[in-house]
């Protein structure tokens, strides 16, 4: 067969394409190398702190695996000699095509002989930049061939050969998802493209030839590379070969990187949801990720992640792994820190703590106390009585308990606040009603699931479940003096803030603040020395879930608003965890780096409040029952003295009391629990008056107003008699278990 000069071949196959050329539309030639820089979006979205520095990035294309827009220059030399020499050695000299390379390629599949083909760099960019002439799995088609060179002879006429080998090294496939020299640095060297040296630079050639294919293939193709760029040295390709083998099964680039990624992924959300962008692509850099800023200080947002972290570390023999903290502004709402795991402490570190619902123990009783003292059911010197309490329900008896287990006797509103008491909480709420709590508690935006007459009277004591932000940002509704605003996290544009609503007598929110900054009230749980205390002016309140499964510090300062959660994700007990070794110490120190430089003072007190001193009488052992001392009233509401009523409301104090029991209630339904030995399971009664007796189905059973009594099952009537034998009160009541329990209780 007659072979055509060289010369002759050329000249026909450039007469064939300009013919071709003029019968197919501009291809690639028609975009600008700006134009691809600029449409160029990397597969993570950049979430920036409040002054532009970055938090995270996540992952937000998962189709494809692509890092910055990297300009040629900071693409180290070996690697742009390893692809030229790997791709198309005449690069810098042909225009598009290159001539010798197509009559190679043709003469070798003439004579079924293997060659490396003719598609230059320019070429495999047109195909890379155009979807009609992207190759497919079975290859390119023969119309497919001649798109692409007549596109690549117009990319040569309008883009320097610079902008070429750029916009190549930036959008071509290596392995896998990788595409991109930027993607694949991080992923198989962790490092920028700036640093790779000539063993990477080869493997990185060898993976656009092949990206798909085995490493010993790679590092066979890697060698021949290296020999290409070091002519004349010793190339040890069995060191290559290991080292392409580790290299191609790294994953260093993580999905996600940073020290805020439950904040990066809410915000993205945020935006999703609300149907916008991040960064609008002509106020975003050409090449450079898309960026979302926030309200975030990134400063406080290490220091709250380490501190977090290391306090999780000490409590790690308590059976503690997981916490989450959140501050906010007190005047604009935003989040200015969102730690919602423990990360690498955690089992559970995807889980976001801050937004996930839990029981927040006793952190709602400044809620309840706000709402029953701007209802004028209380003052914060009204006494009530802690004492056992058998509240009577639809589904049986109520029980409340300390959290020690031990009773205080009368005390003041104040004192059962600061100090955390349950049972004056629960009788606090008997005189709300829970329903109203309930509505007051979704008013502030806590995401009650069920009415409060589901909960009862245990939501005193937090038996519903809300989340980290949401308790926060209703303290922070306190704190503003019971103006409630959304938190943001999103940094918006000044038209997008919202107008506060107040749902809180703000008069009623500044009694509250000034019962939890007051370190006395707290004493007969937390002591003198309390971690709670702080050297300047904040509010706050602990709290502690049913079985220690979760532990609560949330309190204000004059700006700052700061929410602790600690527990476990999975719900397991802690051991031996209580209010002020959890989650407060973690509080306090956040506190005092916030206001490290910046002073905090008690705010002032709203109009309609009156300052009064107040006295209160003597209890059981003739000792007053608190110290005198200054308080706040709602204006109408003030009193000089509180002492003990025997005789209940409305009667005047020191008349003698009727007798009456006060406990349990009539119909009430006992059921015994087979899981507790008999002998330890009480019913205690109560009762006003003096000199009275109890009797139990007509037989005498006791003396005195409080009586502990061994149920057996049955029916029973429950009588008060006074001191001349009368019967002045009486109850019914049904004993409902075991007949062990019978057995037990006639010995």
Request: glycine letters at 8%; charged letters at 20%; a positive charge.
């Amino acid at each position: 067969m007659h072979r055509l000069p060289f010369s002759a071949s050329r000249s026909c196959l450039a007469a064939t394409l300009a013919a071709i050329a003029c019968a197919l539309p501009a291809l690639a030639g028609a975009v600008s190398f700006d134009e691809v820089k600029r449409e160029f979006r990397p597969s993570d979205t950049a979430v920036l702190d409040r002054d532009g520095e970055l938090l995270q990035r996540v992952r937000t294309d998962a189709s494809v695996r692509r890092g910055q827009w990297v300009a040629l220059a900071d693409v180290s030399p070996a690697l742009r000699m390893a692809m030229v020499l790997s791709e198309d050695r005449r690069f810098y000299e042909h225009s598009g095509i290159d001539w010798r390379a197509v009559s190679s390629a043709a003469w070798g599949n003439l004579w079924n002989t293997r060659t490396r083909g003719a598609s230059t760099i320019t070429m495999q960019l047109s195909g890379l930049l155009d979807e009609d002439l992207r190759r497919a799995n079975s290859g390119r088609s023969f119309t497919q061939k001649i798109g692409q060179s007549v596109a690549a002879t117009q990319l040569e006429r309008s883009w320097r050969k610079d902008q070429i080998l750029e916009a190549y090294l930036n959008t071509v496939p290596f392995r896998g998802e990788i595409v991109g020299i930027d993607a694949l640095s991080r992923t198989l060297f962790g490092k920028a493209p700036s640093g790779l040296d000539a063993r990477e630079a080869s493997v990185a050639a060898a993976l656009v030839r092949a990206p798909n294919a085995r490493p010993a293939l790679v590092a066979q193709r890697a060698c021949e590379v290296m020999r290409a760029m070091e002519p004349g040295q010793k190339i040890d390709c069995d060191a290559l070969d290991m080292f392409t083998s580790a290299a191609v099964q790294r994953r260093a680039f993580d999905a996600t990187e940073g020290i805020a990624p439950h904040a990066a992924r809410r915000v993205l959300k945020e935006l999703r949801e609300a149907g916008e962008t991040a960064v609008p692509p002509s106020r975003q850099a050409a090449g450079r990720e898309a960026a979302v800023r926030t309200t975030l200080r990134a400063p406080l947002q290490r220091f709250a992640l380490a501190t977090l972290q290391r306090h999780l570390k000490e409590l790690r023999g308590r059976h503690v792994e997981d916490g989450a903290l959140v501050v906010l502004d007190n005047a604009s709402g935003e989040v200015l820190a969102w730690v919602g795991s423990s990360g690498p402490l955690s089992q559970a570190a995807e889980v976001d703590a801050v937004t996930a619902l839990r029981q927040p123990g006793s952190t709602l009783k400044p809620l309840l106390y706000a709402q029953a003292i701007a209802e004028r059911r209380l003052t914060a010197a009204s006494l009530i009585d802690d004492s056992s309490a058998q509240i009577s329900t639809a589904s049986g008896l109520y029980i409340p308990q300390n959290y020690d287990r031990q009773f205080k006797g009368p005390v003041s509103a104040r004192t059962a606040l600061a100090a955390s008491l349950n049972v004056p909480a629960v009788r606090t709420l008997v005189m709300v009603s829970p329903e109203s709590f309930a509505r007051q508690l979704r008013a502030a935006g806590l995401p009650l699931r069920e009415s409060g007459d589901y909960y009862g009277y245990s939501l005193a004591l937090g038996s519903a479940e809300v989340s980290l932000l949401s308790l926060t940002n209703a303290y922070r509704t306190l704190a503003n003096g019971g103006r409630y605003g959304q938190p943001m996290l999103a940094a918006p544009a000044p038209a997008a803030k919202d107008k506060p609503a107040t749902i809180i007598d703000p008069r009623a929110a500044f009694i509250v603040g000034d019962i939890l900054s007051d370190a006395n009230a707290r004493t007969r749980t937390f002591g003198l020395d309390s971690i709670l205390s702080t050297r300047f002016w904040t509010a706050v309140k602990t709290g502690t879930s049913k079985d220690m499964r979760d532990n609560w510090a949330v309190g204000w300062s004059q700006r700052y608003t700061v929410g602790v959660w600690v527990g476990n994700a999975s719900g397991a007990s802690m051991w031996d965890v209580s209010g002020t070794s959890g989650a407060a110490p973690v509080w306090a120190e956040v506190m005092r780096f916030l206001h490290a430089r910046e002073p905090s003072r008690a705010p002032r007190p709203p109009a309609g409040l009156v300052e009064a001193q107040v006295t209160f009488g003597p209890g059981a052992d003739g000792n007053a029952l608190e110290a005198a001392r200054s308080e706040w009233f709602l204006q109408g509401t003030e009193q000089p003295l509180f002492a003990l009523d025997n005789a209940g409301a409305g009667t005047p104090a020191g008349a003698a009391a009727a007798p009456r029991i006060t406990a349990p209630s009539d119909g009430t339904i006992i059921a015994l629990d087979p899981d507790i030995p008999p002998l330890h399971q009480r019913v205690r009664f109560e009762a006003e008056g003096r000199g009275v007796q109890w009797r139990i189905d007509g037989k005498h059973f006791a003396r005195g107003n409080s009586a502990q009594w061994l149920p057996w099952p049955g029916r029973h009537v429950i009588e008060l008699v006074d001191a001349s034998g009368k019967v002045v009160d009486q109850r019914k009541l049904e004993v409902r278990g075991a007949g062990v329990v019978a057995k037990s209780a006639r010995r």
